[in-house]
């Protein structure tokens, strides 16, 4: 592997390490952000089944304003830059201040936790184009509001707001609980899409592995393994995080947005499954791998031997008649040596040889064997004994 290479891989391994954290010693409820965090911004939608308000740009005044006159409060906020502005957000809404430490001090582990006057869950979007890349979202529901706070600007919950807008539909009439599934909804939905583009890579690899055709084949094996890992590392945590959502925080869940619940469950489920079947192909990939470097290294260590075989006569008969002998001396002492057609006979003679171990060495299937014929299995002797008796059978 180059060093550009290895670079490369330590680098994407590092981006899945805990990024910053706390000092030591500092106060609970501090918000710590990271260095390169994205602005902080706000967009508040409040509705009812009759009437609703979109504000894409607001300040925490704005939020104060709207807090009990509709039925649920959405504050859609992205960036974890101005510490200010989420404390003003956290004190118009009473969130904890514990919460907010650990929305700004990403990434955390997928969770729920309940608080005094609200519930904190903790989920992660997941894009995947050449490589898987991660962002933390958290959510806070209370009496009347729901705060998705991403930690980067994408994905949007465009999708989401669309729904909104149908008067009379199930989101725009449902209340806290269902918008909260809503959410969490649409962020498992994007796992599927990171599935099926891991699928065709994997897909890809396994026809590399046929074709011989990409000589860097192990090392994206083990980065897509790599991947897969990370994220049932990010999956399997949120499946305990909404079982306990259903079972421990009742309180917080009506029966309607029960049922939801129990389909995103079972939509992590589904990733889970996916990602171990997944794993299990890299294994697959790399064990098929790993067999057609040994077929090959096998074939190739065949003919170099065939090819030698066939030059050990021949090197004797040269190096035979390459000793320096006198036939004046003694007429047994080579006298083919002084014979006028000496030379085109051990010529011929080392022809006949090489013709001979050829045909030979086909004769016994060593050489003009394709690789399907040396890659397809030999009967085993039972079946070779029930193939023999059913022939018996046949000409009795």
Known sequence: MSKEAAGTKKKRRRRWRLRHHAKPHTRPGTIVSPAKAAPTKLRVTAYGPNKMVDYPDCRPADIEKLVG?????????????????IRQVGEILELHPLALEDMGNVPQRPKVEEYPKHLFAVAHTIIYERELRASQVSFFAGKGFVVSWREKTCPPFEFLRKRLEVKGGTTRSSGVDYLLYALL????????????????????????????????????????????????????????????????????IGEEALIHFRDCHDHVVQV?????????????????????????????????TIISTIFIPLGFIAGL???????????????????????????????????????????????????????????????????????ETKND
């Open 185 to 252: 909804d649409e962020t498992i939905d994007l796992y599927f899409p990171a599935l099926e583009k891991l699928s065709d890579k994997l897909d890809d690899l396994d026809d590399s592995v046929d074709h011989g055709e990409n000589p860097n084949l192990i090392r994206e094996v083990h980065d897509t393994r790599h991947d897969i890992r990370q994220l049932r590392r990010i999956v399997w945590p949120l499946r305990d995080a909404i079982d306990s959502l259903m079972k421990k925080y009742r309180a917080w």
């Open 272 to 304: 889970l499954d996916s990602l171990d079947s997944y794993r299990e192909a890299c294994s697959d990939v790399r064990d098929h791998y790993s067999t057609e470097m040994s077929n090959r290294m096998n074939e190739t260590m065949r003919l170099l």
């Open 321 to 391: 008649y390459g000793m320096n002998f006198n036939p004046e001396v003694s007429g047994a002492n080579m006298p083919e040596t002084q014979w006028r057609w000496g030379y085109p006979f051990a010529l011929g003679l080392m022809a006949a040889v090489a013709i001979g171990q050829f045909f030979f060495f086909r004769g016994k299937g060593w050489i003009g064997r394709s690789r399907e014929t040396l890659s397809a299995p030999t009967a085993s002797a039972s079946e070779r004994g029930v193939t023999e008796g059913m022939k």
């Open 69 to 85: 006159e509709y039925p649920v409060l959405w504050v859609d906020a992205v960036g974890l830059k101005d510490h200010d502005l």
